[in-house]
């Protein structure tokens, strides 16, 4: 069976001597030692001032919001995972869309202009794919307007922009290590600013409100233990090999498939150095998708439609905005499957089906 992606483990014995050690000192949780490695290693590998382990990437753009003492209308984009408007809705705030670019699938910065009213106070908005929104454009018209910049940038590590970090960009991003990620903690993600009195509300909400007996204010759990650091720490040095692994995959893909009818986002901004996150399609229409998919699925393959659906339409999001690229295209994107040690032979023969079912 291959899946749309599967999670990268470890040598065993590697993780075992962190457990082993954990074990020795008898400290799980609670900012220990592990924890605080892995946040040094992770603020070195991406070059930024702050890096805080968090208990997962939705609880991440929660925090952010709260850092930032957002409440009320944020303009996200509606072609993202639904984490990304949940935790809006979830921190009693307003979300309203603005429709993506045809181009590369991320938010287009003038209907973010276009969507602000007297009670737009944030701007929250996703690297789809890891590929980077246009970080300029929207940097100024949070500056224009006074707004607040924060990049749910859960698919996004280890892309450079210009050489920097995308993570680096906006008032704060927001990373998910889910076991599904690119690089991952089992669970866990992580909140990343360059402010510092951000970053000290931020380590505060964290862990209920208050370091020792400094209770500062309410908070929330979003700490993580030192078995999920224990993971970081073995999977962080081998991103670079699990990048190139992922970008000879998708260079089969890219030579493999038949574009004459099918696209794919197209990465427009500063020179980038990707992540191949993921390997998304775009399909003539639904129906084609739903063909491709049943083609794929009758030899155990399975692909998955990300992001489906359209954020913007779902029952509980009460915002009126019209997302007419969005509500089209996540009827026919269809991501394949993409991780490490996905054989090549699989890949071509992926590409065979696909290509059969388009004829
Ligand atoms: C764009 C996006 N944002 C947020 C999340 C939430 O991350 P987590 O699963 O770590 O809570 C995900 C998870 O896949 C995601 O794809």
Redesign the pocket.
């Known amino acids: 069976m291959i899946n749309v992606t599967k999670t990268f483990l470890p040598p065993l014995e590697e993780y075992q001597q962190y457990v082993q050690g954990i074990w020795e000192r008898n400290q799980l949780t609670n900012n220990g030692p592990l924890v605080q490695e892995l946040e040094k290693q992770l603020r070195e590998y991406l070059g930024v001032k702050h890096c805080l382990f968090v208990s ?3 609880i991440a ?1 929660q925090l952010a919001l709260k850092a930032l003492n957002i409440t009320k209308e944020v303009i996200t984009t509606p072609f ?2 639904c ?2 408007s949940h935790a809006i809705i979830w921190e009693n705030c307003v979300p309203v869309f603005a429709d993506i670019l045809e181009s590369d699938y991320c938010v287009d910065p003038a209907k973010v202009e276009a969507a602000i009213t007297e009670n737009t106070e944030a701007i929250l908005v ?1 690297h789809v794919y890891g590929n980077p929104c246009d970080v300029d454009a929207l940097q100024a018209i949070a500056d224009k307007y006074q707004l607040k910049l924060i990049y ?1 940038a ?2 996004a590590f280890g892309v450079k922009v210009d050489g920097k970090s995308l993570l680096s960009f906006g008032d704060i991003s927001t990373c ?1 290590f ?1 076991s599904t990620k690119v690089f991952h903690s089992i ?1 866990g ?1 992580a909140v990343i600013t360059d402010n510092d009195e951000y970053a000290w509300l931020l380590d505060r909400y964290r862990s209920f409100g208050h370091k020792g007996d400094d209770y500062f204010t309410i908070g929330i759990n979003g700490k993580n233990s030192e078995f999920h650091a224990a993971m970081g720490l073995c999977n962080l040095p081998r991103v670079p090999q699990i990048i190139e692994a992922r970008k000879a995959i998708v260079d089969l893909y890219e030579a493999g498939l038949d574009w004459s009818k099918i696209s794919q986002p197209i990465v427009t901004k500063g020179v980038v150095e990707r992540n191949y996150a993921y390997f998304p399609i775009l399909l003539p229409s639904e129906a084609i998708l739903l063909k491709v998919r049943a083609a794929l699925e009758a030899e155990n393959i399975f692909p998955r439609r990300y992001f489906y659906p359209s954020l913007s339409s779902l029952s509980f999001v009460t915002s009126t905005s019209n997302c007419p690229i969005s509500d089209d295209y996540a009827l026919r994107a269809l991501a394949l499957p993409l991780y490490y040690d996905l054989a090549h032979a699989d890949v071509v023969r992926i590409c065979q089906i696909v290509n059969t079912s388009l004829a």
């Open positions: 997962n990437g939705t753009i993202s995972y984490a990304t996703t749910d859960a698919h998910s889910h669970e993600g």
